[in-house]
């Protein structure tokens, strides 16, 4: 019998970060063929992924350019993704999440007709322009795909509401968890030294990132704003900023952060530094989502950098605060959490609903389940 062809699509950090110890789980499965398609949607923040996952694709199509338009990217996937498919001929081609490679590849796969699992399924916010162009992504690909690997029970629930077959939907938590569980150590040292410098323990560290293309111009002046103010009225506090490669963002950040007291600014971290800086800093202010997902699991507070999150679990299980986009709200809520010790120990002791560790072993298991290579479907994951 012949293995069944799985191969693994993604092209941005954080989808790389969830997606590598998938790959590497399902290659260590008899009667499957792991395979990685990448797109490199983002190209060096890509690689410093792979590099530390042990990860090499089997097919990279390169397709990042200078100041790329989300037309330029979906039209580069999808032509690229004809060749992929073509020469790999897989049974099942597994996307994740919502960006503009998970959107294009799914639907590479149905124009060739090769059955799509979608992981990181069902989050939602309702709200077709927020996150942008997220949340669009999301709902495309789940009316393209055949399973859906959900990190939480809600998640489900928002598939069943619009529809989907129960019988493809599996409650499995978060594969980023997976991946925390094999990058952060206590006697980590930093590759990027003046990591190793900082002032751990006697201070307070908060890590920040913000690049989603929703906040770019008034709310991202804000956020930069709100940042610069909370660093200079906390003489307690560090802020140390590692920033994203695009453009706008570092414009944004050259102009109201750069020069700024108590500010450290870096260039995009490799997963498993930026994982141990999470584990050593006091809270995070982010408007990623897989940030909100992360932290939570290493007891750090999140104040989310946005108007709205498709994570509604953490926000419920208190690991998180929408903190919005307006500079007074977001010094209000960053400076209770710096000075009032309850309001920090009530979030940082939350239960995280993200998972246990075990998100990829259930995904291949539902994958063998699907192909015939394991009898009983597998047990949903429960909080």
Not at 123 to 143: G, I, Q
Not at 272 to 286: A, F, I, P, Q, S
């Amino acid at each position: 019998m012949k293995n069944v062809r799985i191969m693994s699509v993604f092209g941005t950090r954080p989808e790389a970060i969830k997606m590598c110890p998938l790959v590497k789980e399902l290659a260590s499965r008899p009667g499957i063929e792991s395979l990685c398609c990448v797109t490199a949607q983002h190209r060096q923040m890509l690689d410093s992924v792979l590099e530390v996952f042990g990860v090499r694709p089997d097919r990279d199509l390169d397709i990042m350019a200078p100041r790329q338009t989300l037309s330029h990217i979906t039209s580069k996937c999808l032509l690229g993704m004809d060749e992929a498919i073509d020469h790999l001929k897989p049974d099942l081609i597994l996307v994740h999440g919502d960006t503009s490679t998970t959107f294009a590849g799914a639907l590479s796969a149905y124009y060739h007709q090769v059955a799509v699992g979608h992981v990181e399924a069902g989050l939602r916010t309702y709200d077709k322009y927020a996150p942008f162009p997220e949340e669009m992504n999301r709902v495309l690909t789940s009316s393209l795909a055949d399973l859906h690997f959900c990190p939480t029970a809600g998640n489900r629930e928002n598939l069943l509401r619009e529809g989907r077959d129960p019988a493809g939907i599996f409650v499995t938590g978060n594969t980023v968890i997976d991946a925390l569980k094999t990058t952060v150590r206590k006697d980590y040292h930093f590759t990027t030294d003046e990591l190793n410098h900082l002032p751990y323990g006697e201070k307070k560290l908060i890590l920040v990132t913000c690049h989603r293309r929703e906040n770019y111009g008034e709310p991202m002046r804000n956020i930069m704003l709100a940042l610069r103010q909370i660093a200079e009225e906390n003489r307690d506090v560090e802020l140390v900023y590692p920033v994203h490669l695009s453009p706008v963002v570092r414009e944004a950040v050259d102009k109201y952060l750069r020069g700024a007291p108590r500010v450290h600014l870096t260039d995009p971290l490799p997963a498993d530094e930026m994982h141990n800086l999470m584990d050593r800093c006091y809270m995070v202010m982010t408007d990623s989502g897989g940030l909100q997902e992360e932290a939570p699991a290493l007891g750090k507070p999140v104040l989310v950098l946005r108007r709205e999150t498709e994570r509604p679990e953490a926000v419920a299980a208190g690991t998180v605060k929408l903190a919005g986009v307006v500079q007074d709200d977001i010094v209000t809520m960053g400076t209770r959490l710096i000075r009032d010790r309850n309001a920090y120990e009530a979030m940082a002791h939350a239960v995280n609903p993200y998972g246990d560790g075990q998100a990829c072993r259930r995904i291949a298991d539902a994958v063998e389940w699907r192909f015939g290579l394991r009898k009983e479907r597998p047990s949903d994951y429960e909080a």
